[in-house]
């Protein structure tokens, strides 16, 4: 299993990023999808999660509006698209495979893409 993000940089507040996570090593179809992000000093915070299918999303409160996770299960990749961006926003983001029948717990996790939000 192998997930490696891309798209992380640096940009100004109100700008915009898009993140990647390309999966490989396993039916990436088969499994709900999440990001979580960890801010220096911070421990690990739950960003969003995305259903196998994609049909349904779900987000931390502090990102709603702002963040939307989608997912092409044919080219095997995950993506969040980040709006409207806030420096309390900056963080290493993470693609995380759920662990099967649990909601909150990753099995494998990507080496992570940073995000950092300045002027």
């Known amino acids: 299993v192998q997930l490696v993000e891309s798209g992380g940089g640096m940009v100004q507040p109100g700008g915009s990023l898009r993140l990647s996570c390309a999966a490989s090593g396993f039916t990436f179809s088969g499994y709900d999808m999440s990001w979580v992000r960890q801010a220096p000093g911070k421990g690990p915070e739950w960003v969003s999660t995305i259903k196998t299918d994609g049909g349904n999303t779900y987000y931390v409160d502090s990102v709603k509006g702002r963040f939307t996770s989608s997912r092409d299960n044919a080219k095997n990749t995950l993506y969040l698209i980040m709006n409207s961006l806030k420096p309390e926003d900056t963080a290493l983001y993470y693609c995380?495979?759920?662990?099967?029948?649990?909601?909150?717990?990753?099995?494998?996790w990507g080496q992570g893409a940073q995000v950092t939000v300045s002027s």
């Open positions: 995380a495979r759920v662990l099967p029948t649990t909601t909150r717990s990753y099995d494998y």
